[in-house]
């Protein structure tokens, strides 16, 4: 029996993230957010004016200063998770697992500054401080450079085939018979086909006679296939006169 399979032809996914895509997410964005925890654990007056100069307290209290460190805890992770994650692969799917999730956090932080005002926040780039440029001029250009990694934006595809698994790797199995010999088949004599009855049950035996035998059954156990001795029909082939003998299946 053989079995043919037709390969389906892979399927055809970017390769290395450009140059560009490494620059941005593996330098650029981790020092800007390491940047923003550094503000908001060592500078938080600063950071709470920066923010909104009218609502910010003269001096912080305990409570948002614990919120401000914990924030601070959490830019750190982010910057140390996005650079070294992705320098450790370079695989694409990895890259925009990840490059989703910043996505949707980058939408989230947007809507963060919604209470400025929607023109104030997103609209009037000139009476932006340090800080508004960072939560939003900064974001406007992260999201952006996202979705043009997510679209596929300045991949090569023709050089980096996807990976299939291997037991999916065909389309159509085929399985065919080998090519049959034109050799005609041995075909043993009626007289080698002999009933046994033994211990109220009878089998029929295949008992090779003479030079066709070959010792095919000498590897079998005597006690349980004993050597047939009778029950032999006199004049009839045993097939055709199957039955003229009572079969007493007992198991």
Excluded at 64 to 86: K, W
Excluded at 114 to 132: C, H, K, M, T, V
């Amino acid at each position: 029996m053989n079995i043919h399979m037709d390969p389906q032809p892979p399927t055809m996914e970017p390769g290395r993230p450009p140059w560009f895509y490494r620059l941005v997410f593996l330098y650029l964005e981790p020092v800007s957010i390491l940047a923003g925890a550094v503000q908001a654990y060592f500078f938080q007056s600063a950071y709470l004016t920066l923010t909104h100069a009218s609502s910010a307290p003269s001096l912080v209290p305990l409570s948002t200063s614990i919120v401000l460190t914990q924030l601070a805890n959490l830019y750190l992770g982010l910057a140390m998770t996005e650079a070294l994650v992705l320098r450790v692969t370079a695989e694409y799917s990895v890259w925009r697992a990840l490059i989703v999730v910043l996505l949707i956090a980058d939408v989230g932080h947007l809507y963060s500054v919604l209470p400025l005002g929607f023109s104030r926040a997103f609209l009037q780039w000139w009476n932006w401080n340090a800080i508004d440029w960072g939560n939003v001029g900064w974001v406007y250009f992260l999201a952006l450079t996202r979705i043009c990694m997510l679209l596929g934006i300045g991949f090569d595809r023709s050089r980096a085939p996807g990976r299939k698994n291997p037991s999916q790797s065909c389309q159509s199995c085929v399985i065919t018979d080998p090519p049959r010999s034109n050799k005609t088949p041995h075909v043993l004599p009626s007289s080698a086909l002999v009933p046994v009855r033994q211990a109220n049950r009878e089998a029929f035996l295949t008992e090779p006679s003479g030079a066709a035998s070959g010792g095919c059954h000498k590897d079998l156990p005597s006690a349980r296939y004993p050597r047939p001795t009778s029950h032999l029909h006199p004049t009839s082939p045993i097939l055709t006169r199957f039955s003229d003998f009572e079969m007493d299946m007992d198991f």
